[in-house]
């Protein structure tokens, strides 16, 4: 390499500690953003984060795209747990459009959204293994996070961005098919978690690595604005699902589980634990979704003829269903305006929707609240004084999603 | 007693009199308009005030309405009260042509990045923050890209014809 | 009628009967204690059954190629078992997510640091193409910085696509003549790219 490629900046062969940069292009598969570290031997003097490597300029998009066309962006945004976001989206348009959901509609709702919650915690809490040098707890879980890819791809046919569900509820039914998949993931998984937890909760070796590592209190999470399992590992115990109830969760019996220090090791045992109470809540609405008999059964959408698309066979053969259809997915509808704002409980934190809408086709501005983004600008805080090593630590298990974190 | 929408706009009335105005509910949010100088002031007395104590910053974007003169650029915050459960929003209007608003990143440290997104996509200038630079698109950009003014794709790219997609 | 679904739920008794593959031996001569081929042929067959793939995983289709990775899929039948992180221990480049315009630069510098030879594999729509994301801030396709040997279509593509994908590259890899890189039309190529 010869001198142009590298420019030193001002000082920094006088300086006496080490710049190094972590990133983007780094060997996790996290996502892409920059760390450049001021090490003093080992330590950690300072942390400056370059984030942006992924921005995808999703809210200059959506002021050109009517509201089912912002569905796939929102997909994107946390990737790994795309029905989270999507249900969130149309949860939002539905408060905006007035449109009331049946029953059966949000227990549904509550599988998908608890399974894509479960799908990115094992995720999250996998990687951390994988990035402390424990590979074999991430190859256990990806086997049932296929399962779980099968169960989405019964209900709405794609994998990992599943555009899934509609203003109203749901474009299909699920079929018996995706029930009997669910029972099978409800059988077998909680063994699966048990055995994960046996490699690493109380494994010495990761108890020492991620103790103390990036602990932060509760007054400067909240005042960082943290959220989410980050925020909960530290004490506060703020969940949207409790707070704000959206989708009938207010129906349902589970824990907030609270840490104590914050640092990573709680993390982990917050999401562990989340992945528990996820199970209990799929368990419950699955139970509750078993109860409607006869033509409450066949509900899996609202009434709303305006906003919900018609369904395909209607769409193939019938001359106003494919002109309603042609009119909702081309904006031609009448979106009231108004300027509305909800959230919803992301695997990562408060996920919120600011939308405002002038009456035309497409948004007039539609803002993301995304919690990755806010929480990151505490790296430095949580990392400063403590080793190199620790840095991989606290960054893979504060959960970032680089799409989630640019957007 | 419970925080109600009524008791938060007879406070913010009762401190601030004419200066904080447009009091509307959308969906059940309080939505007030303060004027540009003392959104500071306002974000202090919600978060010191005994009865009101919006303690956590939920969110803080600008949306650009290019018809009002005078007023194009409004900074939105959301602000929650975790004890009580209650969101308000909280706007102030800004000058296209001087887009000054004092920064909230001593009151809130989540506001430090989010303030420099709305600088880079809006180019809102934030008086007193740390470290105003551009965080999400390349630094060397020269233009805001989320004012309406700008469009969505890139000009220079010759592969998508906008004849054929509809643009 | 819904396809027939198999994994998970029925499964069906394993059968290693027919199921094993041995790599086919290339066209040549053979006697008495010699095999006589070209080579070429040797070296492809060699370099094409272990390619170390460098995963620069952005996005979405980074997880797929977790998916990939894991034992369900299972990647490392391939060849590729040994991912490097490191570019210059590497041979294909697989570039999986939306490269937006502030990360091309660190793209075109890994790609430099690679060793020849090199391939570069697209993975999904963003990488290809741009994708949906017809923005100013996103790069519309690698192939504007970088030459891309294999497009993998998608968004994200299955982890069947990405095999897919990886099999062309195997094809390439195979039948790569050895005179190739110093050709007058490769280092056409590169300079079109602004590739010393």
């Given at each position: 390499?010869?001198?142009?490629h590298?420019?030193?900046p001002?000082?920094?062969?006088?300086?006496?500690?080490?710049?190094?940069?972590?990133?983007?292009?780094?060997?996790?598969?996290?996502?892409v953003?920059?760390?450049?570290?001021?090490?003093?031997?080992?330590?950690?003097?300072?942390?400056?984060?370059?984030?942006g490597?992924?921005?995808?300029a999703?809210?200059?998009?959506?002021?050109?795209?009517?509201?089912?066309?912002?569905?796939?962006?929102?997909?994107?945004?946390?990737?790994c747990?795309s029905?989270?976001?999507?249900?969130?989206?149309?949860?939002?348009?539905?408060?905006?459009?007035?449109?009331?959901?049946?029953?059966?509609?949000?227990?549904?709702?509550?599988?998908?959204?608890?399974?894509?919650?479960?799908s990115?915690?094992?995720?999250?809490?996998?990687?951390?293994?994988?990035d402390?040098?424990?590979?074999?707890?991430?190859?256990?879980?990806?086997?049932?996070?296929?399962?779980?890819?099968?169960?989405y791809?019964e209900?709405?046919?794609?994998?990992?961005t599943?555009?899934?569900?509609?203003?109203?509820?749901?474009?299909?039914?699920?079929?018996?098919?995706?029930?009997?998949?669910?029972e099978?993931?409800?059988?077998?998984?909680?063994e699966?978690?048990?055995?994960?937890?046996?490699?690493?909760?109380?494994?010495?070796?990761?108890?020492?690595?991620t103790i103390?590592?990036?602990?932060?209190?509760g007054?400067?999470a909240?005042?960082?604005?943290?959220?989410?399992p980050?925020?909960?590992?530290?004490?506060?115990?703020?969940?949207?699902?409790?707070?704000?109830?959206?989708?009938?969760?207010?129906d349902?019996?589970?824990?907030?589980p609270?840490g104590?220090?914050?640092d990573c090791?709680?993390?982990?045992?917050?999401?562990?634990q989340?992945?528990?109470?996820?199970?209990?809540?799929?368990?419950?609405?699955?139970?509750?979704?078993?109860?409607f008999?006869?033509?409450?059964a066949?509900?899996?959408?609202?009434?709303?003829?305006?906003?919900?698309?018609?369904?395909?066979?209607?769409?193939y053969?019938?001359?106003?269903?494919?002109?309603?259809?042609?009119?909702?997915?081309?904006?031609?509808?009448?979106?009231?305006?108004?300027?509305?704002?909800?959230?919803v409980?992301?695997?990562?934190?408060?996920?919120?929707?600011?939308?405002?809408?002038?009456?035309?086709?497409?948004?007039?501005?539609?803002?993301?609240?995304?919690?990755?983004?806010?929480?990151?600008?505490?790296?430095?805080e949580?990392t400063?004084?403590s080793?190199?090593?620790?840095?991989?630590?606290?960054m893979?298990?504060?959960?970032?999603?680089?799409?989630?974190?640019?957007? | 007693?419970?925080?109600?929408?009524?008791?938060?706009?007879?406070?913010?009335i009762?401190?601030?009199?004419?200066?904080?105005?447009?009091?509307?509910?959308?969906?059940?949010?309080?939505?007030?308009?303060?004027?540009?100088?003392?959104?500071?002031?306002?974000?202090?007395?919600?978060?010191?005030e005994?009865g009101?104590?919006?303690?956590?910053?939920?969110?803080?974007?600008?949306?650009?309405?290019?018809?009002?003169?005078?007023?194009?650029?409004?900074?939105v915050?959301?602000?929650h009260?975790?004890?009580?459960?209650?969101r308000?929003?909280?706007?102030?209007?800004?000058?296209?042509?001087?887009?000054?608003?004092?920064?909230?990143t001593q009151?809130?440290?989540?506001?430090?990045?989010?303030?420099?997104?709305t600088?880079?996509?809006?180019?809102?200038?934030?008086?007193?923050?740390?470290?105003?630079?551009?965080?999400?698109?390349?630094?060397?950009?020269?233009?805001?890209?989320?004012?309406?003014?700008?469009?969505?794709?890139?000009?220079?790219r010759?592969?998508?014809d906008?004849?054929?997609?509809?643009? | 009628?819904?396809?027939?679904?198999?994994?998970?739920?029925?499964?069906?008794?394993?059968?290693?009967?027919?199921?094993?593959?041995?790599?086919?031996?290339?066209?040549?001569?053979?006697?008495?204690?010699?095999?006589?081929?070209?080579?070429?042929?040797?070296?492809?067959l060699?370099?094409?059954?272990?390619?170390w793939?460098?995963?620069?995983?952005?996005?979405?289709?980074?997880i797929?190629?977790?998916?990939?990775?894991?034992?369900?899929?299972?990647?490392?039948?391939?060849?590729?078992?040994?991912?490097?992180f490191?570019?210059r221990?590497?041979?294909l480049?697989?570039?999986?997510?939306?490269?937006a315009?502030?990360?091309?630069?660190?793209?075109?510098?890994?790609?430099?640091?690679?060793?020849?030879?090199?391939?570069?594999?697209?993975?999904?729509?963003?990488?290809?193409?741009?994708?949906?994301?017809?923005?100013y801030?996103v790069?519309?396709?690698?192939?504007?910085?970088i030459?891309?040997?294999?497009?993998?279509?998608?968004?994200?593509?299955?982890?069947?696509?990405?095999?897919?994908g990886?099999?062309r590259?195997?094809d390439?890899?195979?039948?790569?003549?050895?005179?190739?890189?110093?050709?007058?039309?490769?280092?056409?190529?590169?300079?079109?790219?602004?590739?010393?």
């Amino acid at each position: 390499m010869s001198e142009q490629h590298i420019k030193l900046p001002e000082g920094s062969i006088e300086k006496n500690s080490t710049t190094l940069n972590l990133g983007p292009t780094h060997p996790a598969t996290h996502g892409v953003f920059q760390n450049i570290l001021e090490l003093d031997g080992e330590r950690i003097v300072s942390a400056e984060q370059t984030v942006g490597y992924i921005h995808r300029a999703f809210e200059k998009i959506a002021e050109r795209r009517p509201l089912y066309q912002i569905t796939p962006l929102t997909d994107r945004l946390n990737y790994c747990s795309s029905p989270i976001n999507n249900t969130g989206w149309h949860l939002t348009c539905e408060k905006l459009l007035g449109v009331k959901i049946p029953k059966r509609v949000d227990y549904l709702r509550i599988i998908i959204m608890e399974l894509a919650r479960i799908s990115d915690h094992l995720i999250c809490n996998s990687v951390v293994g994988v990035d402390s040098g424990a590979y074999t707890g991430f190859l256990y879980v990806m086997q049932y996070r296929e399962l779980i890819y099968e169960i989405y791809e019964e209900i709405c046919g794609s994998r990992l961005t599943t555009n899934m569900g509609r203003i109203g509820g749901f474009e299909r039914n699920f079929t018996n098919l995706a029930f009997e998949k669910l029972e099978k993931f409800l059988a077998e998984y909680p063994e699966v978690l048990r055995e994960f937890e046996n490699l690493f909760t109380r494994n010495r070796i990761f108890m020492e690595r991620t103790i103390g590592a990036g602990p932060i209190s509760g007054e400067r999470a909240l005042n960082y604005g943290f959220t989410g399992p980050n925020l909960r590992a530290a004490g506060v115990d703020y969940d949207v699902r409790v707070h704000t109830p959206y989708s009938s969760y207010e129906d349902f019996d589970f824990e907030i589980p609270v840490g104590t220090t914050g640092d990573c090791y709680d993390r982990f045992l917050v999401r562990n634990q989340e992945m528990w109470q996820s199970i209990n809540l799929i368990k419950q609405a699955y139970r509750k979704v078993q109860e409607f008999k006869g033509a409450e059964a066949e509900v899996y959408h609202a009434d709303a003829p305006a906003y919900y698309l018609p369904e395909k066979k209607d769409v193939y053969t019938k001359m106003e269903a494919l002109i309603w259809h042609f009119k909702i997915i081309m904006g031609e509808t009448d979106i009231p305006p108004g300027e509305v704002y909800l959230s919803v409980e992301g695997a990562n934190g408060e996920l919120g929707f600011y939308l405002i809408s002038d009456g035309g086709r497409a948004p007039y501005r539609l803002h993301f609240r995304r919690p990755c983004f806010i929480y990151y600008q505490a790296y430095s805080e949580l990392t400063k004084g403590s080793m190199l090593s620790d840095a991989v630590i606290v960054m893979s298990s504060l959960n970032l999603i680089a799409g989630e974190m640019d957007g | 007693m419970s925080l109600t929408n009524e008791t938060i706009k007879e406070q913010l009335i009762g401190k601030f009199g004419e200066q904080v105005s447009h009091f509307e509910e959308p969906y059940g949010m309080l939505s007030f308009e303060s004027l540009n100088e003392i959104n500071l002031k306002v974000m202090q007395f919600l978060y010191d005030e005994p009865g009101l104590q919006f303690r956590f910053l939920t969110d803080l974007c600008a949306v650009h309405f290019p018809g009002q003169t005078g007023r194009e650029i409004a900074v939105v915050y959301h602000l929650h009260n975790l004890v009580e459960n209650v969101r308000i929003r909280f706007k102030v209007f800004t000058d296209i042509e001087k887009p000054d608003v004092f920064t909230a990143t001593q009151l809130f440290s989540a506001a430090n990045w989010m303030e420099r997104e709305t600088f880079d996509f809006y180019g809102v200038n934030f008086v007193g923050h740390p470290n105003l630079k551009r965080i999400l698109n390349v630094d060397e950009m020269d233009y805001f890209p989320m004012r309406k003014e700008y469009p969505l794709e890139e000009q220079t790219r010759i592969d998508k014809d906008d004849a054929m997609f509809g643009r | 009628m819904a396809r027939p679904v198999r994994f998970n739920i029925h499964p069906i008794a394993a059968d290693i009967k027919n199921n094993i593959s041995v790599t086919e031996m290339p066209p040549g001569h053979t006697g008495e204690g010699f095999f006589a081929t070209r080579l070429s042929d040797v070296v492809g067959l060699a370099r094409k059954n272990s390619i170390w793939p460098l995963p620069f995983a952005t996005s979405c289709c980074g997880i797929e190629f977790m998916a990939l990775m894991g034992s369900h899929y299972d990647f490392a039948r391939f060849g590729a078992e040994r991912l490097g992180f490191s570019p210059r221990q590497c041979d294909l480049l697989m570039v999986m997510g939306t490269i937006a315009k502030k990360m091309g630069p660190p793209l075109k510098q890994v790609y430099l640091q690679m060793a020849e030879p090199r391939w570069v594999m697209a993975v999904g729509a963003c990488a290809a193409s741009g994708g949906i994301f017809d923005s100013y801030s996103v790069l519309q396709g690698i192939d504007q910085i970088i030459p891309v040997d294999v497009y993998v279509p998608g968004c994200p593509p299955r982890p069947e696509a990405i095999i897919d994908g990886f099999l062309r590259i195997q094809d390439l890899v195979g039948e790569e003549r050895l005179r190739r890189r110093n050709s007058e039309q490769y280092q056409g190529l590169m300079d079109s790219y602004g590739i010393k």
